[in-house]
């Protein structure tokens, strides 16, 4: 029942209340043989929700809430909820079951260092009583749902440390668990600074997923990764199948991963699609980029960038104007040699009306 109603319903309980007041035996007319209380009658959705304190929550009651792990930061639903959030230090649980759910470094907002040396949680390899010298921090995400069909990473805050000729060898980030449509093309290999970026994962047919951060040696990494769940109902937030990151705004821009920072860097072996969602009223799509390096020239690209016809490589982007051939996706290609350290892409985009 849609929480709405809920002045109507008050005032029915109320009256209900009162009549069992004076005619105790007025409650044995009901066919459970009891008042239904105001927690049995009032519903409500397990909406986003504003905290308190800037980040995004789900719509719960209280006692549900705690029963996922979750804190309250603010009240939603009219009061009737609260914002619950969730935020996961690998030092005291590595399961993430709440949708809108924050993954953390130890000691976060500080570096890892700040909290590495009281960290004996479930979710990181430890040494003793702390963090061993080379931890491995993982979550298990669950599904808030059963319903749930994909996952959506943000990195909020994503700074560990950077790879070299393009090959994550000291810090890395892994994904596992996805459906085969996500497996596909999910890089296994994410380092460096993945701030402000984003993935999609499909779990159709999953049941987890799961998140792993292997560090060489504790130092001053950070890492703020949001968690977001959609059912298949929820059509204006799925990306498309295939797509492993999703854009649904007429204007952004789109970045390889650890293209941020003072030293960008391509990552070796990446093979994936960007998507852009489609608008009616637009076709082609005006390009600028911001930055543009891929090893190789025209016609012989080792690591290449595609709209529609049009494969890009080299040290510019040779053209500044997409023309509508279909879907608007973007394929991305790198090899397993970025001995030139080639920095990537960012690019900017703006749809044109038709």
Same mark, same amino acid.
């Given at each position: 029942?849609?929480?709405?109603?809920?002045?109507?319903?008050?005032?029915?309980?109320?009256?209900?209340?009162?009549?069992?007041?004076?005619?105790?035996?007025?409650?044995?007319?009901?066919?459970?043989?009891?008042?239904?209380?105001?927690?049995?009658?009032?519903?409500?959705?397990?909406?986003?929700?504003?905290?308190?304190?800037?980040?995004?929550?789900?719509?719960?009651?209280?006692?549900?809430?705690?029963?996922?792990?979750?804190?309250?930061?603010?009240?939603?639903?009219?009061?009737?909820?609260?914002?619950?959030?969730?935020?996961?230090?690998?030092?005291?649980?590595?399961?993430?079951?709440?949708?809108?759910?924050?993954?953390?470094?130890?000691?976060?907002?500080?570096?890892?260092?700040?909290?590495?040396?009281?960290?004996?949680?479930?979710?990181?390899?430890?040494?003793?009583?702390?963090?061993?010298?080379?931890?491995?921090?993982?979550?298990? =995400? !669950?599904? &808030?749902?059963?319903?749930?069909?994909?996952?959506? @990473?943000?990195?909020?805050? +994503? %700074?560990? *440390?950077?790879?070299?000729?393009?090959?994550?060898?000291?810090?890395?980030?892994?994904?596992?668990?996805?459906?085969?449509?996500?497996?596909?093309?999910?890089?296994?290999?994410?380092?460096?600074?993945?701030?402000?970026?984003?993935?999609?994962?499909?779990?159709?047919?999953?049941?987890?997923?799961?998140?792993? =951060? !292997?560090? &060489?040696?504790?130092?001053?990494?950070?890492?703020? @990764?949001?968690?977001?769940? +959609? %059912?298949? *109902?929820?059509?204006?937030?799925?990306?498309?199948?295939?797509?492993?990151?999703?854009?649904?705004?007429?204007?952004?821009?789109?970045?390889?991963?650890?293209?941020?920072?003072?030293?960008?860097?391509?990552?070796?072996?990446?093979?994936?699609?960007?998507?852009?969602?489609?608008?009616?009223?637009?076709?082609? =799509?005006?390009?600028?980029?911001?930055?543009?390096?891929?090893?190789?020239?025209?016609?012989?690209?080792? %690591?290449?960038?595609?709209?529609?016809?049009?494969?890009?490589?080299?040290?510019?982007?040779?053209?500044?104007?997409?023309?509508?051939?279909?879907?608007?996706?973007?394929?991305?290609?790198?090899?397993?040699?970025?001995?030139?350290?080639?920095?990537?892409?960012?690019?900017?985009?703006?749809?044109?009306?038709?």
């Amino acid at each position: 029942m849609h929480w709405a109603v809920i002045p109507a319903l008050l005032t029915a309980v109320s009256a209900a209340a009162v009549e069992h007041a004076v005619e105790p035996a007025a409650a044995e007319t009901d066919r459970d043989g009891k008042l239904f209380s105001i927690f049995q009658i009032v519903k409500f959705n397990n909406d986003a929700c504003d905290a308190v304190d800037g980040n995004q929550g789900t719509c719960y009651t209280a006692s549900e809430c705690t029963a996922n792990g979750g804190e309250e930061r603010g009240n939603c639903a009219s009061g009737f909820g609260v914002c619950c959030v969730a935020v996961i230090d690998p030092c005291n649980s590595n399961t993430v079951s709440l949708n809108n759910s924050y993954i953390v470094n130890p000691g976060y907002p500080g570096d890892a260092t700040s909290g590495a040396s009281a960290c004996t949680g479930s979710g990181v390899s430890r040494s003793g009583r702390q963090a061993a010298t080379s931890p491995t921090y993982t979550w298990n =995400i !669950t599904k &808030a749902t059963s319903d749930i069909v994909q996952f959506r @990473i943000d990195f909020d805050v +994503f %700074d560990i *440390s950077a790879p070299m000729m393009g090959d994550c060898t000291n810090d890395t980030l892994m994904i596992t668990g996805a459906d085969a449509v996500t497996s596909k093309n999910l890089p296994t290999n994410l380092c460096g600074i993945l701030t402000g970026q984003h993935i999609y994962l499909s779990v159709k047919t999953s049941s987890s997923v799961q998140l792993t =951060i !292997t560090l &060489a040696s504790i130092g001053t990494q950070t890492w703020k @990764i949001k968690i977001s769940q +959609f %059912d298949s *109902s929820q059509t204006e937030f799925l990306a498309p199948r295939g797509c492993l990151q999703y854009y649904r705004e007429d204007m952004g821009s789109i970045k390889s991963f650890n293209s941020a920072g003072g030293s960008p860097e391509l990552l070796n072996d990446h093979m994936y699609s960007i998507c852009i969602a489609q608008n009616d009223a637009y076709c082609d =799509i005006a390009l600028t980029a911001n930055t543009f390096d891929l090893t190789g020239t025209s016609g012989a690209c080792s %690591d290449s960038i595609a709209f529609g016809f049009n494969v890009a490589c080299g040290s510019a982007l040779s053209f500044n104007t997409w023309n509508y051939t279909g879907s608007y996706m973007i394929p991305i290609m790198s090899d397993s040699d970025n001995s030139a350290m080639v920095t990537g892409f960012d690019i900017g985009f703006v749809l044109l009306p038709c």
